[in-house]
């Protein structure tokens, strides 16, 4: 069973930078798609930030902003935030899948982490 543990959330102020981090249990994590996914109070869950297959890709409204990183010796992915903004408050997630298809899509993706808790204060 895959494990995906989030952690680096916390309250911040609007301008400001978090980092998270999610450690994956398991020996294929190199050849696992990773994404990232947020969800407000009273809001679908929103893809973020996904990277896999030599790609990465952004959600236009954290282009610039965020950038997704991983590092495959340690099992683990990343997600710097810059320039932190009110609306970017929410529950993080990190995700994995093995298909290369659909990397936005929540549904299509396998493993989930319990999610970690990002509060940015303006």
């Known amino acids: 069973q895959v494990q995906l543990v989030e952690s680096g959330g916390g309250l911040a102020q609007a301008g400001g930078s978090l980092r998270l981090s999610c450690a994956v249990s398991?020996?294929?994590?190199?050849?696992?798609?990773m994404g990232w996914f947020r969800q407000a109070p009273g809001k679908e869950r929103e893809f973020v930030a996904s990277?896999?297959?030599?790609?990465?890709v952004y959600a236009d409204f954290v282009k610039g902003r965020f950038t997704i990183s991983r590092d495959n010796a340690k099992n683990t992915v990343y997600l710097q935030m810059n320039s932190l903004k009110s609306e970017d408050t929410a529950i993080y997630y990190c995700?994995?899948?093995?298909?290369?298809?659909?990397?936005?899509?929540?549904?299509?993706?396998?493993?989930w982490g319990q999610g970690t808790q990002v509060t940015v204060s303006s």
């Open positions: 398991g020996r294929a994590f190199s050849s696992y798609i």
């Open positions: 995700a994995a899948k093995t298909s290369y298809c659909g990397s936005t899509n929540p549904n299509s993706y396998d493993y």
């Open positions: 990277s896999g297959g030599g790609s990465k």
